[in-house]
């Protein structure tokens, strides 16, 4: 049973291109926001631009006391707030996308999660991460899965950085 002093983990499912509002509006009424974002850089008249876009378009997501939910709703950025489940499963998910996002490795978004081989990364900084994998042009890039809104992140790994689980 929840308690008003514990925390829970929430989704905010956004109206669109409202994640970053969302985000500065909750670090401004003091709500726990989390937005992994990845980096993106691109190149305007000859100049390199660096852009951190939100890596799950459309959702936030927030740790909130029983009295908050009201709060973020009165952002007007919300469009719905999902209750999670599996609290311990999902903070441990997106634990590890955001100790991904803290590499210097290529993470991407990848909406489809495909069947495959479940490993554990073996080397490298994100030693000790389990995921699924999938083969794409040569190269095996690891699923890291937030099965709550069933959406993923892929990592470029070396096949000799993964073992079976």
Same mark, same amino acid.
């Given at each position: 049973? +929840?308690?008003?002093t =514990?925390?829970?983990?929430?989704?905010?499912?956004?109206?669109?291109?409202c994640?970053?509002?969302?985000?500065q509006?909750?670090?401004? =009424?003091?709500?726990?926001?989390?937005?992994?974002?990845?980096?993106?850089?691109?190149?305007?008249r000859?100049?390199?631009?660096?852009?951190?876009?939100p890596?799950?378009?459309?959702?936030?997501?927030?740790? /909130?006391?029983?009295?908050?939910? $009201?709060?973020?709703?009165q952002?007007?950025?919300?469009?719905? !707030?999902?209750?999670?489940?599996?609290? &311990?499963?999902?903070?441990? $998910?997106?634990? &590890? *996308?955001l100790?991904?996002?803290?590499?210097?490795?290529?993470?991407?978004?990848?909406? +489809?999660?495909?069947?495959?081989?479940? %490993?554990k *990364?073996?080397?490298?900084?994100?030693?000790?991460? =389990?995921?699924? %994998? $999938? +083969?794409?042009?040569?190269?095996?890039? %690891?699923?890291?899965? !937030? &099965?709550?809104i069933?959406q993923?992140?892929? %990592?470029?790994?070396?096949?000799?950085? /993964?073992?079976?689980?």
């Amino acid at each position: 049973m +929840q308690t008003d002093t =514990e925390r829970l983990w929430f989704v905010a499912h956004t109206r669109p291109r409202c994640e970053k509002k969302l985000a500065q509006y909750c670090e401004r =009424e003091s709500v726990a926001v989390t937005l992994p974002c990845y980096r993106s850089v691109r190149k305007y008249r000859g100049k390199k631009v660096t852009f951190y876009k939100p890596l799950f378009p459309n959702y936030v997501f927030l740790q /909130l006391f029983t009295g908050q939910r $009201q709060k973020v709703y009165q952002s007007d950025y919300v469009a719905n !707030l999902l209750e999670v489940t599996d609290q &311990d499963l999902f903070a441990q $998910q997106l634990a &590890d *996308i955001l100790h991904a996002l803290d590499t210097d490795l290529e993470v991407r978004l990848a909406p +489809q999660i495909q069947e495959g081989v479940r %490993v554990k *990364i073996k080397s490298g900084p994100l030693r000790g991460v =389990e995921g699924l %994998v $999938q +083969q794409r042009s040569g190269t095996t890039q %690891v699923i890291l899965r !937030l &099965d709550f809104i069933s959406q993923a992140a892929a %990592v470029k790994i070396d096949a000799d950085e /993964l073992e079976l689980i």
